[in-house]
C-alpha cells in the first residue's frame, strides 16, 4: 500500500457515507489526475469502492453528469484495517529507538 | 473642452469598455480549449469501447477543476495538468476498468469487442496483392526488415515490425487455396482472407503445404531473427516444385559474442528455423510426399523477367517498394 493509496482511503473513511467525485478528491488529497484515477480504478475494481454515474440533465444543471465513488459494503472494513497496519507501522518507526533521538545538549 | 470633444471621449470609452469586455469573454472561451483539446488526446489512447464513459467522466470532473478559480491562467494551468494526467494514465485506468464497466456504450461507432479480442477491422475477401500489402509497406516504412515473394509476374514486399505479422493457411484442397493473414498496426488488426486458384502455382497439395509452412515460419522467423528473406515461389509453369531462396536468407547470421541461440525456436523447426523435413523418409501419401526439389539459383526479384499474367490479379511493376507512391484501392 503506498502514501496515495492511503490519502484516498483516509478521505473515503472521513465520511463513510459520502459520495465523492473526482475533482473533490484531488481537492482533498492534493494528488494529481494521473495518480488519483488509476488508484480509484484498482480499488473499484477490488471491490472496496463502488461508482455511479449521476443521474442528473446536463442542459438544466449546466454541467456534465459526474461519476460519484463511494465505499462499498465489502470495502469499509479491510480500508479501516489497511489504515489501522499502515499506522501502526509508522508508529514502530517514529520510535526512539529507530528515530534520531533529541540531540544532547552541551556544556556552555 | 467642448462638448463635442466630451461626447466622443465618452463614446470611445464605452466602444472600448465593451470591446474589451468581449475580448475577455473570447479568451477565457479559447483557453478552455486547450484542456479539453488534451482531454480528446487522452480519449484516443483508451479502448474505444470505454472512451465515452471515461471521457464522460473526466470531463464532468475538468469542468469542476476550471471553475475552481477565479484566476483564469491558474485555472488553465489546473486543467492542462488534469488533463495530462489522463495521458499518461488513462490506458492504465482503462485497464483496471476493463472487466468492471461493460464495453456496451462504444464510442465513436467503433464496434464493440469482447475484453481479449484486438479491434478488427475485417477486409473480407481481399486479394492479397492489394490493400493488405500495399497498406503494409506504406504504414511499416520505417520498419527495417521486409519479407520479399515473387510469386509468377507478382512480386509482394512485406514490410514486418516485430510480431506485426501474422500468417495462416485456412484452407486447401484441389480447387481452392486461402490464407488469412493477420497484420497488426499501431493498436489495430487487419484481418484479410485471400483466396488463391491452385492450379495458377501448377502445385500438388503436399508442395503446396510446404510451400505454405515455410513461409508461415518465415514470417514467424521475425520475432527472433531479423532478416530479409526472399522468396522465389513457385511459377505457373508444369515443372516440379521448386522453392528457392537466396543465400542471404539461408545463411545463419553468426551470433554475437556472448548471445546465445534463440531458445524460443520451436523443436519442429531447423536451425534456421525451416521446417524440419526428413527427406529421406519413404512417402506415405498426402502431405509428406516427397517432392523433387531443383538446385537453387539465385534470383534477384528486382531484376527477374516477367512472366505470364496470372488472371486477374495485378501484374508487378518493377518498383522500388520503399520509394514507390502509396498504392489506394481506387488506383
Request: no cysteine; hydrophobic share 40%.
Amino acid at each position: 500500500m503506498t502514501v496515495p493509496v492511503m490519502q484516498v482511503i483516509s478521505a473515503f473513511l472521513e465520511d463513510p457515507q459520502a459520495k465523492r467525485y473526482g475533482a473533490e478528491l484531488i481537492r482533498a488529497t492534493h494528488l494529481q489526475s494521473g495518480t488519483l484515477y488509476p488508484i480509484l480504478a484498482r480499488l473499484e475494481r477490488n471491490g472496496w469502492l463502488v461508482s455511479q454515474k449521476e443521474a442528473i440533465d446536463p442542459k438544466k444543471e449546466g454541467r456534465p453528469a459526474r461519476r460519484y465513488y463511494e465505499l462499498s459494503p465489502d470495502g469499509a472494513a479491510p480500508m479501516r484495517q489497511a489504515r489501522a497496519e499502515i499506522h501502526e507501522a509508522l508508529k514502530k518507526i517514529e520510535s526512539p529507538a529507530i528515530g534520531w533521538g533529541k540531540p544532547e545538549a552541551h556544556p556552555a | 473642452m467642448t462638448i463635442g470633444s466630451a461626447l466622443i471621449t465618452a463614446t470611445i470609452a464605452i466602444i472600448s469598455a465593451v470591446l474589451a469586455g468581449l475580448v475577455q469573454k473570447e479568451v477565457e472561451g479559447a483557453i478552455k480549449i486547450l484542456p479539453f483539446g488534451m482531454l480528446n488526446v487522452a480519449r484516443l489512447i483508451v479502448p474505444a469501447s470505454q472512451r465515452r464513459d471515461l471521457y464522460d467522466e473526466w470531463a464532468a470532473d475538468l469542468y469542476d477543476v476550471l471553475d475552481g478559480d477565479d484566476r483564469p491562467f491558474v485555472r488553465v494551468w489546473y486543467g492542462i495538468r488534469f488533463s495530462l494526467g489522463f495521458i499518461w494514465s488513462g490506458r492504465k485506468i482503462a485497464r483496471e476498468l476493463q472487466p468492471l464497466r461493460s464495453p456496451g456504450t462504444a464510442a465513436d461507432g467503433a464496434p464493440t469487442t469482447s475484453p481479449s479480442e484486438p479491434p478488427t477491422i475485417a477486409l473480407p475477401r481481399v486479394n492479397v496483392n492489394v490493400s493488405l500489402i500495399q497498406e503494409l509497406i506504406a504504414r511499416a516504412r520505417k520498419s527495417q526488415e521486409s519479407e520479399e515473394f515473387v510469386v509468377g509476374d507478382m512480386r509482394f514486399t512485406f514490410p514486418i515490425r516485430k510480431r506485426g505479422l501474422g500468417y495462416s493457411r485456412e484452407e486447401v484442397t484441389s480447387a481452392l487455396y486461402r490464407l488469412r493473414v493477420v497484420v497488426r498496426l499501431n493498436r489495430y488488426w487487419l484481418l484479410s482472407v485471400a483466396d488463391f486458384e491452385p492450379s495458377l502455382f501448377s502445385l500438388e497439395e503436399g508442395g503446396f503445404l510446404e510451400h505454405d509452412v515455410n513461409m508461415a515460419f518465415s514470417v514467424l522467423r521475425y520475432a527472433f531473427q531479423p532478416r530479409i528473406t526472399k522468396y522465389d515461389a513457385p511459377s505457373t509453369q508444369p515443372r516440379p516444385r521448386t522453392v528457392e531462396r537466396s543465400a542471404a536468407a539461408t545463411r545463419r547470421p553468426s551470433p554475437r559474442p556472448g548471445k546465445r541461440v534463440s531458445p524460443r525456436v520451436p523443436p519442429y523447426l531447423g536451425i534456421d528455423g525451416n521446417l524440419d523435413i526428413d527427406r529421406t523418409a519413404p512417402p506415405t501419401g498426402g502431405v509428406s510426399q516427397r517432392i523433387p526439389r531443383q538446385a537453387a539459383r539465385p534470383v534477384d526479384p528486382l531484376t527477374a523477367p516477367l512472366q505470364r499474367p496470372m488472371g486477374s490479379l495485378r501484374a508487378a511493376r518493377p518498383v522500388d517498394p520503399l520509394t514507390a507512391p502509396l498504392w489506394r484501392p481506387d488506383d
